[in-house]
C-alpha cells in the first residue's frame, strides 16, 4: 500500500552511461517533484510537475530530463551519467503544489556512479 | 530569496533528555513551516508543520511554534527515545515559491539507551 513509490532502490552504473529511475503515487494527487540529496544530506529540489505540465527546473543539467506520462508517474531519465551526479533522489507528490501543503516522499533511490 | 538555517549536527542525547533543534528562516513572503525526519535508510516524512504566525505544530511528543518575530521555529521533546534517532530537516514554503520546499541542512539526532 505504498503512497509513493520509486524504482529501483539502489543503482549502481559507470561514468557514461544512461539510465532511468521511476515514481510512481497512489495518492490521486497533482504534482509530483524529484529532489536530490547528497553526501552531506542537503536536499534541493531539481524538478516539479502539476498536472503533467513542467512547473519548476532548477538549474538541473539538461542531461536530466524529467518525463510525466501521466499524473501518478514522473520518471527521471540521466544521461551520460558524471561522478558528481551520484546521491540519492527522491520523489514526492503534493495535493496540488500550494505552500502550505504537506509533500510525501518516496523512500528514495541510491544512485552510485562509479 | 528564501532559506532556512538549522543548527548544526550530530546532536548526541542520553534517552530521556529534553531536545532543542534550532532553526531559523529567511522568506520573501509569508511562509509556511515543516519539520520533515528521515529515519536511517528511508525517506522524508512529515513530522509537524505550522502554517501562520503563532501557529504550533505538534505530533509524537514534538512541538514547534512558528515565531513571526523571530523568524524562527525551534523544534522540541520533552523526552526523547532511542527511536527518535534520526535526521532532522526544517523546511519552508511561501506563496512565491509554490511547488518546492527549500530545506535546512538536517540535524543527525542520536539518542543513547
Known amino acids: 500500500d505504498t503512497a509513493v513509490s520509486q524504482t529501483p532502490k539502489y543503482l549502481v552504473t559507470q561514468m557514461g552511461n544512461d539510465k532511468s529511475i521511476k515514481c510512481e503515487q497512489n495518492l490521486g494527487h497533482d504534482t509530483m517533484y524529484w529532489y536530490k540529496q547528497d553526501s552531506k544530506k542537503f536536499l534541493k529540489i531539481m524538478f516539479s510537475y502539476n498536472n503533467k505540465e513542467l512547473i519548476i527546473n532548477e538549474t538541473v543539467p539538461n542531461r536530466f530530463s524529467p518525463k510525466s506520462p501521466d499524473k501518478a508517474h514522473l520518471n527521471l531519465h540521466i544521461n551520460s551519467l558524471e561522478l558528481g551526479d551520484s546521491a540519492v533522489y527522491f520523489c514526492?507528490?503534493?495535493?496540488?503544489?500550494?505552500?502550505?501543503?504537506?509533500?510525501?516522499f518516496g523512500p528514495g533511490t541510491r544512485l552510485l556512479v562509479l | 530569496g528564501n532559506s532556512v538555517t538549522q543548527m548544526e549536527g550530530p546532536v548526541t542525547l542520553s534517552e530521556e533528555a529534553f531536545l532543542t533543534i534550532n532553526c531559523t528562516y529567511t522568506a520573501t513572503g509569508y511562509p509556511s513551516l515543516f519539520w520533515y525526519v528521515q529515519y536511517p535508510g528511508e525517506g522524508l516524512q512529515l513530522l509537524l508543520k505550522?502554517?501562520?504566525?503563532?501557529d504550533k505544530g505538534s505530533n509524537k511528543g514534538f512541538e514547534a511554534t512558528y515565531r513571526k518575530e523571530t523568524t524562527s521555529f525551534h523544534l522540541e521533546k520533552g523526552s526523547v527515545q532511542v527511536s527518535d534517532s534520526a535526521v532532522y530537516f526544517c523546511?519552508?514554503?511561501?506563496?512565491?515559491?509554490?511547488?518546492?520546499?527549500?530545506f535546512g541542512k538536517g540535524t543527525l539526532l542520536t539518542v543513547n539507551p
Open positions: 514526492a507528490s503534493s495535493q496540488a503544489g500550494g505552500y502550505q501543503e504537506t509533500q510525501y
Open positions: 505550522a502554517t501562520k504566525a503563532d
Open positions: 523546511a519552508l514554503s511561501d506563496q512565491g515559491s509554490n511547488y518546492k520546499l527549500t
